[in-house]
């Protein structure tokens, strides 16, 4: 069984910073998780999953979305099956629901060839 917890959503005022994280279990999962290409997509209501972050199994040749490039890091460690996001200089465009997936294979920028899914943590920016 493959589960993703995202955690660390909150309010914050714009300009602030919140660090997100996702944590994966599930026997197999974990046992392979430094396989998996993952990252952090994020939907407002009403609006499409969006793309915002993503990092290969190494760690190296991060991938962001334009509206986050310069504020926002993604990083893992996969001795701990954790994938992060910190967000920095925070807008309240940013506000969304903010989710951790999961694929094997290269990085992707849309949802669909991402296998696993968290259940989402709500980030709020107040202007």
């Known amino acids: 069984q493959v589960q993703l917890v995202e955690s660390g959503g909150g309010l914050v005022q714009a300009g602030g910073s919140l660090r997100l994280s996702c944590a994966a279990s599930g026997r197999t999962f974990v046992r392979t998780f430094s396989r998996y290409t993952m990252a952090w997509f994020r939907q407002a209501p009403g609006k499409e999953r969006e793309f915002v972050a993503a990092i290969p199994w190494d760690g190296g040749n991060t991938n962001y979305a334009d509206s986050v490039k310069g504020r926002f890091t993604i990083a893992r460690d996969n001795a701990v099956n954790m994938v992060y996001l910190q967000m920095n200089r925070l807008k309240p465009e940013d506000t969304s629901m903010y989710y951790c997936?999961?694929?094997?294979?290269?990085?992707?920028?849309?949802?669909?060839?991402?296998?696993?899914w968290g259940q989402g943590t709500q980030v709020t920016v107040s202007s």
């Open positions: 997936a999961a694929r094997l294979g290269a990085m992707a920028t849309m949802p669909f060839p991402y296998n696993y």
